[in-house]
């Protein structure tokens, strides 16, 4: 017996469809979405059956990935764009069972969009590196705020707010009662959070400096141990792009031609993907400015023609081509697992 199905993955509640291509019969329903409900369901499938389910790469994935491997059942992650640009163009109500639906059909012809999914270990440091991102986000979104406030009561800018100097300054700024609670709170947390950053970084660089796959991507100009770690999480293994174009396509730095809508104007990043990805990239593009990177050059010429910040995301591209061909060059020892300590 064959059975071909799909999971529609929400927080409350999962969405399943699945058809027996032996006997033809069609089987819906749902179940609770939580990883021991899931497990439950699973346990009504024969582990000698040759069964399959497809879901949609969307939060959620990972769980449902783990248990459908742990039940001996073939998993397959949907890229999302490219799930809902095969959906027909008839126009239909998107509920929870018709996205199963879609999804099984696709599994069934053989159409689906795959996803590359990730060893475990992989998908920690994926983990721990989207923290850093959110965390670094987080951080200095309340440095902006701090001095939003010195500005809003007329207080001098202090550059170096996080310095022993800088507290100090804003001790002695001229704020109401209000202010200085505002920023005496606020660098409370900005500090607070800079202790965590700075074990999650030392945590990451670790990895970077014994990982062989992040060894490697050392090798280009700007991306050092950490920016090596985040990237090779994130960008996942290259083999299974087709170029190095489609690659750059994968981290949303690509520029739109046309929306798919057909309004809107073009020449505007993707923004698809990862944006921790993009963020490293980007990060290790901007070295591109001292004079003793490769692409200086480069970057420079680009700069004159469409200013700075594009300029990055030039040399961005051209990182994310570099790294392409090396992860695809070094094929299964990029991913190689590197012990705790």
């Known amino acids: ?53 497809a879901v949609e790469g969307c939060t959620g994935w990972r769980y449902v990935v783990e248990e459908l491997a742990a039940a001996g059942i073939e998993a397959h992650v949907a890229e999302p764009a490219e799930t809902a640009w ?27 969009p795959e996803s590359w999914i990730p060893p475990s270990h992989v998908l920690e440091v994926r ?22 406030q010195l500005f809003h009561q007329g207080a001098p800018s202090i550059s170096a707010l996080t310095s022993d100097e800088g507290h100090q300054l ?34 990451l660089k670790r990895i970077g400096r014994h990982q062989p796959g992040c060894i490697a991507l ?6 050092g141990p950490l920016l090596a770690t985040i990237i090779w ?5 290259t ?7 489609q690659a750059v396509r994968f981290t949303g730095l690509d520029i739109t031609v ?7 104007p073009p020449g505007k990043l993707a923004r698809q993907g990862s944006p921790t990805l993009r963020w490293a990239l980007v990060e290790a593009a901007q070295h591109a400015s001292k004079r003793q990177s490769p692409d200086h050059q480069y970057y420079r010429a680009a700069r004159r023609r469409i200013g700075a910040s594009r300029a990055a995301l030039s040399v961005a591209r051209k990182h994310t081509r570099r790294i392409h061909h090396i992860l695809q060059r070094l094929g299964d020892d990029a991913w190689t697992e590197i012990p705790p300590n």
């Open 1 to 53: 017996m064959s059975i071909v199905g799909a999971l529609d993955v929400h927080r409350a509640q999962n969405t399943f469809e699945y058809a027996d291509t032996a006997t033809g019969e069609l089987t819906r329903g749902r179940i609770g979405g939580t990883r021991a409900e899931l497990r439950a369901w699973l346990a009504c499938f024969d582990s000698d059956d040759n069964v399959a389910f």
């Open 86 to 112: 095969l959906k027909s163009p008839k126009k239909r109500a998107k509920t929870d069972r018709a996205d199963a639906a879609h999804l099984r059909l696709l599994l069934m012809e053989n159409r689906i």
């Open 127 to 148: 983990t721990l590196a989207r923290l850093y991102h959110q965390l670094m986000t987080t951080r200095r979104s309340w440095l902006q705020r701090i001095h939003a």
């Open 170 to 203: 804003l001790a002695a700024a001229d704020l109401s009662e209000a202010g200085h609670r505002y920023v005496t709170e606020a660098i409370g947390i900005v500090d607070d959070l800079t202790r965590r950053i700075e074990t999650l970084r030392g945590d």
């Open 218 to 223: 050392q090798t280009l100009w700007g991306i």
């Open 233 to 237: 999480a994130e960008i996942g293994d």
């Open 239 to 245: 083999r299974r792009f087709t170029s190095s174009k």
């Open 258 to 264: 046309n929306d798919s809508d057909g309004h809107g």
